[in-house]
């Protein structure tokens, strides 16, 4: 979970961050004894463990007439050795809980509080104006035959839709998009599972406070994801990775699965906030060391993204409160929409350090005189977002017209076969029906 080294080395700034996170400082202390406690315990099982093996041999040797004596001592012994060990193991478990409580370290800098604290670091482009009431996504969406939440709610229930039509197509267009920049710049495309093992869920962190937006099959004891972080990041696990040629980057796509527990009442209306939804999520395996400049290269491909898409933009730095166990600093890049009046996350991008890697046992051996003999460290891990089905909202409120058409952004039209505006169905071009009129006269 968290290093250790540093639990016990630095306590104070353990505590610093637990606090910024809204955390009690007081877990830190009770990690600190729990975690002397579980060494202790250890080393009194071990050394028993150690006693009875040497005992062991000096029964095997004794002469016959005093082996009744010292196999009565033999078995003293095992019976304390059985209470060390289960002793040990009940500390272990102690010690987990307690470490479990310990989120990973934030990184300096970043804003103390909770989900309204964040930092805003820039705005980019110009939010649309319109001389017309604009529409919001769905009945833009339901104007061209794109989105259809009536007969989603009819199949699976609330917050399920279909994408038809356009509406796939444009989802699909998006979709690749985002996977030819990943291409460009280095990332392994990743077809992904999106069911996952209990250990790989919870070395990602998601078992924590949040574990009930989680879908859970009991019957199999599998998860259902809610990002291809997931996956992605157990990927290597208990693997220690070749980083001689750099960071490990791939792009996973996948449906997406969350229960939105706890969002009763809240962006019910559309495609929003869903339960189903399918994302393209970058990964990336580095150096700790390389982290924070991967961290900010990630943020920079998904501006890149949003501005090609001529969305209105912030990024902000996330509050301490709200970035979730396993990140030590997330950004999140909010676009703007305009039937709301306001920036709505798009890409949420963690830099997790060393947090999920030390769960999941994924290390490198850095680079020296003697490779083979170098100690291997954890890998830092990182993620972000560079397309998702909400992405879907923002580019149909942008760039809507007065007669529920959307223009769409050139770099997407590629990916549409060419076509430049999306037409509401049964749109009739009027300069088409005005040249008839007058043929007809």
């Known amino acids: 979970?968290?290093?250790?080294?540093?639990?016990?080395?630095?306590?104070?700034?353990?505590?610093?961050?637990?606090?910024?996170?809204?955390?009690?400082?007081?877990?830190?202390?009770?990690?600190?004894?729990?975690?002397?406690?579980?060494?202790?315990?250890?080393?009194?099982?071990?050394?028993?463990?150690?006693?009875?093996?040497?005992?062991?041999?000096?029964?095997?040797?004794?002469?016959?007439?005093?082996?009744?004596?010292?196999?009565?001592?033999?078995?003293?012994?095992?019976?304390?050795?059985?209470?060390?060990?289960?002793?040990?193991?009940?500390a272990a478990d102690a010690a987990a809980s307690a470490l479990a409580k310990i989120e990973n370290v934030i990184?300096?800098?970043?804003?103390?509080?909770?989900?309204?604290?964040?930092?805003?670091?820039?705005?980019?482009g110009d939010v649309p104006a319109f001389d017309f009431e604009p529409r919001d996504h769905l009945e833009i969406g339901e104007l061209l035959g794109a989105i259809d939440m009536e007969r989603g709610v009819k199949v699976s229930g609330s917050r399920f839709y279909f994408l038809k039509g356009i509406g796939a197509r444009l989802e699909i267009a998006l979709m690749n998009l985002a996977l030819d920049k990943a291409l460009q710049n280095g990332f392994t495309p990743m077809i992904v599972p999106t069911l996952v093992r209990p250990e790989i869920m919870q070395g990602t962190g998601f078992l924590g406070e949040h574990a009930d937006e989680v879908y859970h099959l009991d019957k199999e004891d599998l998860y259902l994801v809610g990002?291809?972080?997931?996956?992605?990041?157990?990927?290597?696990?208990?693997?220690?990775l070749d980083m001689s040629a750099g960071a490990h980057r791939y792009a996973g796509w996948s449906t997406c699965y969350r229960s939105e527990a706890g969002s009763y009442g809240k962006d019910t209306r559309g495609i929003i906030r869903v339960h189903q939804f399918n994302k393209l999520e970058m990964?990336?395996?580095?150096?700790?060391?390389?982290?924070?400049?991967?961290?900010?290269?990630?943020?920079?491909?998904?501006?890149?993204?949003?501005?090609?898409?001529?969305l209105a933009y912030r990024v902000i730095d996330v509050a301490a409160g709200d970035?979730?166990?396993?990140?030590?600093?997330k950004f999140d890049i909010e676009a703007w929409v305009p039937t709301q009046g306001a920036f709505r996350e798009l890409t949420s991008?963690?830099?997790?350090?060393?947090?999920?890697?030390?769960?999941?046992?994924?290390?490198?051996?850095?680079?020296?005189?003697?490779?083979?003999?170098?100690?291997t460290r954890n890998v830092a891990t990182l993620n972000g977002t560079l397309a998702t089905t909400r992405w879907i909202v923002a580019i149909l409120e942008t760039h809507q017209q007065a007669d529920g058409s959307v223009t769409v952004p050139e770099v997407l039209r590629p990916y549409l076969g060419g076509i430049e505006v999306l037409r509401p169905l049964g749109w009739v071009d009027p300069e088409s029906e005005s040249a008839e009129a007058q043929a007809a006269e």
């Open 227 to 240: 990002t291809s972080e997931v996956p992605l990041a157990g990927f290597h696990k208990d693997e220690i």
């Open 323 to 329: 970035l979730g166990s396993s990140a030590a600093r």
């Open 107 to 124: 990184i300096d800098g970043v804003p103390a509080g909770g989900e309204e604290d964040f930092v805003e670091l820039r705005r980019v």
């Open 1 to 90: 979970m968290i290093d250790l080294t540093l639990l016990r080395d630095e306590p104070e700034l353990v505590r610093r961050s637990q606090l910024a996170r809204g955390n009690a400082p007081e877990t830190v202390d009770a990690a600190i004894e729990a975690d002397r406690s579980r060494r202790d315990a250890l080393n009194a099982f071990e050394s028993l463990r150690a006693e009875q093996n040497a005992f062991g041999k000096t029964v095997a040797k004794a002469p016959k007439e005093e082996k009744a004596a010292l196999v009565a001592q033999a078995k003293d012994l095992a019976d304390r050795v059985k209470a060390a060990q289960q002793a040990s193991n009940e």
């Open 283 to 310: 990964f990336v395996y580095t150096t700790p060391e390389d982290a924070e400049a991967e961290h900010d290269r990630l943020v920079a491909l998904q501006e890149e993204m949003l501005t090609a898409l001529g």
């Open 349 to 375: 991008t963690s830099n997790c350090t060393t947090y999920q890697a030390r769960r999941l046992d994924v290390r490198y051996r850095p680079e020296s005189e003697d490779a083979s003999q170098a100690k």
